[in-house]
């Protein structure tokens, strides 16, 4: 009883936090040659608020300043001013974040309570000097005789602007074949300037699987490569699983779960479960691209008792079906592994061994007999063949 009470006088008095609010919302700044910025926000939600601004910024007071002409007070407005004139060749480029935030500085009330906090931010990027690119692959997953299309999504984060960029796109299939190469077209970026170029990759002829595209981009006398996966889909649909164990005279539920090999949704799929006392069909649903789904039936299992029950699922979509011949097993509490399958196993017992030792051996000796056999017809007759020296010796006589 104590800690209940206890309990209920801290979120008694936990209420009377207030609730901090500031407006203005995330900024963005890009730092280039002196860039010099103000942001106006307005804090309130308590009567005593402190505001605040820090973050990763290198000498950040040095650039940024917080101006707060009541600090401590209750709803105000206030300013952040971002002063990069001065010194900002020496900040290393890259990415940083300043938070302005506000808080309460304690309760209205003077009781215990909570204290309340919010903050936004605002992202600098100082760009880094000469020409600098920062790009990426956007290969979009298509269907088997439709056009891919791979994107470069191209950023200058350099202080100097880039006359010309464009790209080379190589396809390979799963083996390493180079399949088709593309080029995109041609963009130049000013500093900070963000672009896409892209190309179209015909799909024509590839069988449906997961290839490779290699990208290089070429800008001004540089040049970078990335790869990227680029899945080519085909309209199927597949069975992944199914319920296989079901209680014996009872309504059961039936869960088929399909995956889809299409890039794109396919509406309206369901399938049609043929059993010995009925077909089951279960209620359509929509497949996203290259997603998974599961189909719901219920089946009456009455009168089929216990039983290893054959039946074909049968999937329907987009004018299409295809089907699977599957095992339902029926037992008792519709529970339990799934019954191994048998293995022929192969015993040998000690007669066997003795006869197939024998039969090596016949087999052994009668290959002997046989190769004799044939040496032997190939020597010549003594009477049909003589030596050299006995024709020199008929010669001189």
């Given at each position: 009883?104590?800690?209940?009470?206890?309990?209920?006088?801290?979120?008694?008095?936990?209420?009377?936090?207030?609730?901090?609010?500031?407006?203005?919302?995330?900024?963005?700044?890009?730092?280039?040659?002196?860039?010099?910025?103000?942001?106006?926000?307005?804090?309130?939600?308590?009567?005593?608020?402190?505001?605040?601004?820090?973050?990763?910024?290198?000498?950040?007071?040095?650039?940024?300043?917080?101006?707060?002409?009541?600090?401590?007070?209750?709803?105000?407005?206030?300013?952040?001013?971002?002063?990069?004139?001065?010194?900002?060749?020496?900040?290393?480029?890259?990415?940083?974040?300043?938070?302005?935030?506000?808080?309460?500085?304690?309760?209205?009330?003077?009781?215990?309570?909570?204290?309340?906090?919010?903050?936004?931010?605002?992202?600098?990027?100082?760009?880094?000097?000469?020409?600098?690119?920062?790009?990426?692959?956007?290969?979009?997953?298509?269907?088997?005789?439709?056009?891919?299309?791979?994107?470069?999504?191209?950023?200058?984060?350099?202080?100097?602007?880039?006359?010309?960029?464009?790209?080379i796109i190589r396809v390979y299939n799963p083996d390493g074949m180079l399949m088709s190469t593309a080029a995109t077209d041609k963009k130049s970026l000013l500093p900070d300037e963000l672009h896409t170029i892209s190309a179209g990759v015909s799909t024509q002829g590839y069988a449906p699987g997961m290839y490779q595209v290699?990208?290089?981009?070429?800008?001004?006398?540089?040049?970078?490569?990335?790869?990227?996966?680029?899945?080519?889909?085909?309209?199927?649909?597949?069975?992944?699983?199914?319920?296989?164990?079901?209680?014996?005279?009872?309504?059961?539920?039936?869960?088929?779960?399909?995956?889809?090999?299409?890039?794109?949704?396919?509406?309206?799929?369901?399938?049609?479960?043929?059993?010995?006392?009925?077909?089951?069909?279960?209620?359509?649903?929509?497949?996203?691209?290259?997603?998974?789904?599961?189909?719901?039936?219920?089946?009456?299992?009455?009168?089929?008792?216990?039983?290893?029950?054959?039946?074909?699922?049968?999937?329907?979509?987009?004018?299409?079906?295809?089907?699977?011949?599957?095992?339902?097993?029926?037992?008792?509490?519709?529970?339990?592994?799934?019954?191994?399958?048998?293995?022929?196993?192969?015993?040998?017992?000690?007669?066997?061994?003795?006869?197939?030792?024998?039969?090596?051996?016949?087999?052994?000796?009668?290959?002997?007999?046989?190769?004799?056999?044939?040496?032997?017809?190939?020597?010549?007759?003594?009477?049909?063949?003589?030596?050299?020296?006995?024709?020199?010796?008929?010669?001189?006589?």
């Amino acid at each position: 009883m104590k800690y209940a009470l206890f309990f209920c006088l801290f979120f008694s008095l936990s209420s009377f936090a207030s609730a901090v609010s500031i407006a203005g919302g995330n900024q963005q700044v890009t730092v280039n040659d002196g860039t010099v910025r103000s942001f106006d926000y307005l804090i309130g939600g308590a009567d005593n608020i402190e505001s605040y601004a820090n973050g990763n910024l290198p000498n950040l007071s040095k650039y940024v300043t917080l101006i707060d002409e009541n600090q401590y007070g209750p709803a105000r407005p206030i300013q952040v001013q971002l002063d990069f004139s001065e010194g900002f060749n020496e900040i290393p480029a890259g990415r940083y974040t300043v938070f302005v935030g506000a808080k309460e500085y304690r309760s209205s009330t003077g009781m215990i309570g909570g204290i309340a906090a919010i903050q936004t931010k605002i992202d600098i990027l100082v760009l880094y000097p000469g020409k600098y690119l920062e790009w990426s692959i956007d290969a979009q997953s298509t269907n088997v005789n439709e056009t891919a299309n791979v994107s470069l999504i191209i950023h200058n984060l350099g202080r100097e602007t880039i006359n010309e960029v464009s790209g080379i796109i190589r396809v390979y299939n799963p083996d390493g074949m180079l399949m088709s190469t593309a080029a995109t077209d041609k963009k130049s970026l000013l500093p900070d300037e963000l672009h896409t170029i892209s190309a179209g990759v015909s799909t024509q002829g590839y069988a449906p699987g997961m290839y490779q595209v290699n990208a290089t981009a070429h800008y001004d006398e540089a040049q970078d490569s990335k790869t990227a996966d680029l899945r080519i889909g085909q309209l199927r649909v597949y069975v992944v699983d199914y319920t296989k164990t079901f209680a014996i005279d009872t309504i059961n539920k039936m869960d088929i779960m399909i995956e889809s090999d299409w890039s794109g949704t396919i509406k309206d799929v369901y399938a049609v479960v043929k059993t010995p006392n009925k077909d089951v069909k279960t209620a359509n649903i929509d497949l996203p691209k290259f997603q998974r789904g599961t189909l719901e039936a219920y089946w009456d299992t009455k009168g089929l008792g216990k039983a290893d029950v054959n039946a074909t699922i049968q999937l329907f979509y987009n004018g299409q079906h295809s089907e699977e011949q599957v095992i339902l097993y029926i037992n008792e509490t519709g529970e339990g592994d799934v019954p191994p399958k048998k293995e022929v196993k192969l015993e040998l017992t000690t007669t066997a061994i003795v006869y197939i030792i024998i039969i090596v051996l016949l087999i052994g000796n009668l290959t002997y007999f046989i190769i004799r056999y044939l040496k032997r017809q190939k020597k010549p007759e003594n009477n049909e063949e003589k030596k050299p020296y006995e024709e020199k010796n008929e010669v001189q006589k």
